[in-house]
């Protein structure tokens, strides 16, 4: 079954602090996965986006890493902001007969204090 | 901002009402997706359009009613919802529906609450 599971379901740092999320997903045939960031009330932005040939993907203070073997991926924010305070959802496309699929993950919603 | 609008931003709507969520994008795109986000389940894809055509309907109930006039606008029309109906619906678009590389700009949503 085509799944993609995050954790932690929720995140509670402190401004400046460092942290990492989780997805694991069983989806074949994996084509590509990417990281969303969703703000309250907004609709999701891409962060990031690897293929099965990149280990890793930086955007600013986020870097995340992709581990096909063990269909592993993480996000890590460096020096959290206030602004980082948001879901981050995990997205793993697959190809059949040329088309696309996106499975989504349920998100970690991540909470940066003061 | 993405350069996909959504409109309205909030609907309160009874079980017996007919409205219309608005959706439009100013990427020059040839595909348009509509969603269904409830809280704490992932996205769920409803409807794909691809230069105007429908491409793919994920069973998704009669109550709910897509049209895409044009490759820039999409409408979601809904009627006699259920209160489970309620949600923020999100609609997104791409360059097309079958690139590897395939980046989806989502808009703000419209967060419907079914009475």
């Known amino acids: 079954k085509n799944q993609v599971e995050q954790s932690p379901q929720s995140l509670i740092i402190l401004e400046g602090k460092n942290c990492t999320l989780q997805?694991?997903?069983?989806?074949?045939?994996?084509?590509?996965l990417r990281w969303y960031k969703q703000d309250t009330g907004r609709g999701p932005v891409s962060l990031t986006i690897?293929?099965?040939?990149?280990n890793t993907k930086s955007n600013g203070r986020y870097t995340a890493t992709l581990d096909a073997d063990t269909k592993q991926s993480s996000l890590h924010i460096t020096a959290s902001q206030l602004s980082d305070s948001a879901s981050y959802i995990c997205?793993?496309?697959?190809?059949?007969?040329?088309?696309?699929?996106?499975?989504f993950g349920t998100g970690t919603r991540l909470k940066v204090l003061a | 901002e993405t350069g996909v609008t959504q409109t309205p931003r909030h609907l309160v709507m009874g079980m017996t009402n007919k409205k219309s969520l608005k959706c439009e994008q100013h990427?020059?795109?040839?595909?348009m997706y509509w969603y269904k986000q409830s809280a704490k389940k992932p996205l769920e894809l409803m409807f794909v359009?691809?230069?105007?055509?429908?491409?793919e309907n994920n069973s998704v109930p009669s109550r709910f009613s897509p049209e895409c006039p044009n490759s820039s606008h999409l409408f979601l029309h809904l009627h006699t919802l259920q209160p489970e109906d309620s949600a923020l619906y999100l609609c997104?678009?791409?360059?097309?529906?079958?690139?590897?590389?395939?980046?989806?700009?989502f808009g703000p949503g419209t967060r419907l609450t079914v009475l």
């Open positions: 997104a678009s791409s360059q097309e529906t079958h690139l590897s590389y395939n980046e989806q700009f």
């Open positions: 997805c694991n997903y069983t989806v074949s045939p994996f084509s590509n």
């Open positions: 690897m293929t099965f040939s990149e």
């Open positions: 997205v793993v496309s697959r190809t059949t007969s040329g088309t696309y699929k996106y499975i």
């Open positions: 990427l020059g795109h040839n595909a």
């Open positions: 359009y691809s230069l105007e055509e429908r491409v």
